[in-house]
């Protein structure tokens, strides 16, 4: 069964300073790995994903498979970066037809 | 930008009522899907749909829910007696051929009283 772990609820860091929020998955077969945001009051909406290896708005993540990571990293963080995130997973090479399976999100905090 | 809609926005419904999920897709998506987020938890996958059929459904998606697409534009979500453990934020979504990103709705708040 694939699961995704996101093991802090709550994060918080002030303007400026570097932020880092951890996703680890298991999944036994060739997954994909995305990172959905929740601004205050809005839908859910794809900031990024492993194989398009782009930097969104200052963040990057990496998939690691010996570690199973996919940690979400911006090296100055703003106010505006305030909201829920949720690491997700996809089955990429099976019939899941897209089937997410999300991290139970952490909420980031930034401090003037 | 297209986007997926759903509607209402909140719904309050007796325990033991059915209620209707309503959801437009954008428009030339192909996969389907809801999403369903207890308060504090999760969100968790309920069901895929794909070529009108049902192509993949958790263990919560029992027979008290059912998904139709009655007119080729929405995409419903059923619960046929609804229990206060369905009480949540449900989120439909959708995804294009061969396009790996979802786009979400922005959810609908269901409470059972």
């Known amino acids: 069964a694939q699961r995704v772990t996101q093991p802090e609820k709550l994060l918080s860091v002030f303007k400026g300073a570097p932020v880092e929020l951890k996703c680890n998955y298991s999944y036994s077969g060739s997954p994909e790995l995305f990172w959905y945001v929740q601004y205050s009051r809005q839908r859910l909406q794809l900031l990024l994903r492993h194989i398009s290896r782009e930097s969104i708005k200052g963040f990057t993540a990496d998939l690691n498979k010996g570690e199973t990571s996919f940690h979400l990293k911006k090296p100055f963080a703003q106010e505006e970066d305030s909201a829920m995130y949720y690491c997700a997973l996809k089955d990429a090479g099976g019939t899941s037809y897209g089937k997410l399976t999300f991290g139970q999100g952490t909420i980031l905090t930034v401090h003037p | 930008e297209p986007e997926v809609t759903q509607t209402p926005s909140h719904q309050v419904t007796q325990m033991g009522q059915e209620v209707i999920l309503r959801c437009v897709p954008i428009?030339?998506?192909?996969?389907f899907y809801w999403y369903r987020q207890i308060l504090g938890q999760k969100v968790e996958f309920l069901v895929s749909?794909?070529?009108?059929?049902?192509?993949?459904k958790s263990e919560i998606f029992d027979d008290q829910f059912s998904v139709e697409r009655p007119d080729g534009s929405n995409f419903t979500l059923k619960i046929r007696s609804t229990k206060l453990e369905d009480s949540a934020m449900y989120f439909c979504?959708?995804?294009?051929?061969?396009?790996?990103?979802?786009?979400f709705g922005q959810g609908t708040r269901l409470t059972v009283v």
């Open positions: 749909f794909y070529n009108n059929e049902i192509s993949e």
């Open positions: 979504a959708s995804s294009g051929w061969g396009d790996t990103e979802a786009f």
């Open positions: 428009s030339n998506h192909l996969y």
